[in-house]
């Protein structure tokens, strides 16, 4: 779908403040802090002036430093907005904002948001907060609930049966592997993803497409790593960011991946 220069800058300019919003809870879930009120400086504590919140510019005008202090601004901040502004673009693509479409670009929008909260804290602290995830989780949830409401018994049965499958598989296999393991190759937290994954695709055909697609990003990523010794053997690569990847491709191209493995294969 071609969009307006007007629907790429709103669709930028808005994913930019969400991924600044993003940036705020993953720090402040970690810091155990509310979500709301004005922003300091981890360093020196003073109040960040408004004018130095701008998504992106800021840290480039500041040249990654603080305005008071000039401790350096870690360079998650501008990444994640960027990351979510382009994401958001994306997203237009998919479904119109501004039109009859804006409700799936709102949900696509939130849940792109939530995900990249989550994998900031994976990967600066290895925590995966359970609580987020339970939120996409219901959510998703309510949205299969009413977008699959039918009269028609025998579907909303075979609605249902897809949906507990698509919670069992990844419940099933990640929670194996962690109690195989006692932790040592998956978190709990990566089993909570999981969880959720199936409730947000849905389907276990879907699921089992995203869980593929994430290891196969995650193995790649990490012979990458280790050959040019980023990553030493043994060291734990966090899995939330793949397994994130893997959800949002099997949201965009999930059922054309699909249509092709099964033309290829029959």
Not at 35 to 55: E, M, Q
Not at 170 to 194: E, T
Not at 237 to 243: E, G, I, K
Request: proline share 4%; glycine share 8%; hydrophobic share 60%.
């Amino acid at each position: 779908m071609a969009l307006s220069v007007f629907t790429v800058v709103f669709s930028g300019i808005l994913g930019a403040c969400l991924g600044s919003f993003a940036n705020v809870l993953a720090v402040r879930w970690h810091e155990m802090g509310a979500p709301v009120g004005r922003s300091r400086c981890p360093l020196c504590r003073k109040t960040i002036r408004p004018k130095h919140l701008v998504p992106i510019f800021s840290y480039l005008i500041l040249r990654g430093r603080c305005a008071d202090c000039k401790a350096k601004i870690h360079i998650q901040y501008p990444l994640v907005e960027l990351a979510v502004a382009i994401l958001s673009v994306v997203a237009a693509l998919r479904h119109n904002p501004l039109g009859s479409d804006f409700p799936a670009f709102a949900v696509e929008l939130a849940l792109v948001t939530l995900l990249a909260a989550i994998v900031v804290m994976d990967l600066r602290w290895k925590e995966l907060p359970v609580e987020i995830m339970a939120l996409i989780g219901f959510s998703a949830l309510i949205v299969h609930v009413f977008a699959g409401s039918s009269f028609d018994i025998r579907h909303s049965i075979f609605e249902l049966r897809n949906l507990v499958l698509a919670v069992a598989l990844p419940l099933v296999f990640f929670g194996a592997q962690w109690l195989l393991s006692r932790g040592k190759w998956l978190g709990g937290g990566d089993v909570w993803f999981g969880v959720m994954m199936g409730l947000v695709l849905g389907n276990w055909q879907m699921t089992a497409l995203a869980i593929y697609i994430s290891y196969l990003a995650g193995g790649c990523a990490a012979a990458i790593l280790l050959m040019t010794k980023i990553l030493k053997r043994g060291a734990n690569l966090p899995f939330a960011p793949f397994l994130a990847l893997g959800l949002m491709l099997t949201v965009w191209f999930g059922i054309s991946i699909q249509a092709w493995i099964a033309k290829f294969i029959f």
